[in-house]
Every structure is written in C-alpha cells, then in structure tokens.
C-alpha cells in the first residue's frame, strides 16, 4: 500500500509561482511512475506532468516550459516547480502514483487527497 500527502498549494498572482510537493509512503518500490493531475470545476481531470521510474518526464502542452516535475530518493518526494502561474492554471491537483500489483500482476492508480491552486487575475 501506497500513500500520497501533497502540500504547498495557495493563493498566488498571475505571473507568481508555487512548488507543490507529494510525499510518497509505504510500499513505494511498487510504484512505476507518478504524476501532478488537475482538476478544474466543470472541467474533466487533465494530466499535467508524468515522470517514470527511469526519470523520464512529460508534460501537457498547457504548461510546458513553466511546469517541472522532478523526484528525490527513490519516490520518497515529487515536486511540481509551477513558474509563470496563469489564472487557466486554477485547479485542484492531485498527485498520482501508477503502483504494480507484481510481475505480469497488472497496475492500478493511486491519488492523494489534492491540494488547491488559485491563480488570482
């Protein structure tokens, strides 16, 4: 079993920054990948940054060049550096762990309880 505790999320102004952090617990060396998701009202929850266990990150093209996601110690903590924060950047974000099950076992997502980001116009 897996736990996701994110913290850092706020009230900024447009143009600020804020750098969420989500700390991993329990069986981590089952996680495959994690990733920052957001979750706007009205809107359907949208990915925003993936890294997998080999390092590699993505991101959405909504955030690419302001956004950074990076980890330390083997899953322990990943971070979400948000740059140059825009008031379309408002949301709910949740931190996502993709946790296997075993070998050839399948995988399953887990999520934290979210932490809000209000970006004042």
């Known amino acids: 079993q897996v736990q996701l505790v994110e913290s850092g999320g706020g009230l900024v102004q447009t143009g600020g920054s804020l750098r969420l952090s989500c700390a991993a617990s329990g069986s981590i060396f089952s996680i495959n990948a994690m990733g920052w998701y957001r979750q706007a009202p009205g809107k359907q929850r949208e990915v925003v940054a993936l890294?997998?266990?080999?390092?590699?990150?993505v991101y959405a093209e909504s955030v690419k060049g302001r956004f950074t996601i990076s980890r330390d110690n083997a899953w322990n903590t990943v971070y979400l550096q948000m740059n140059i924060l825009k008031p379309e950047d408002t949301a709910v974000y949740y931190c996502n762990a993709r946790i296997s099950r075993g070998l050839l076992q399948g995988e399953y997502d887990q999520w934290g309880q979210g932490t809000q980001v209000t970006v004042s116009s």
């Open positions: 890294i997998t266990s080999g390092g590699i990150t």
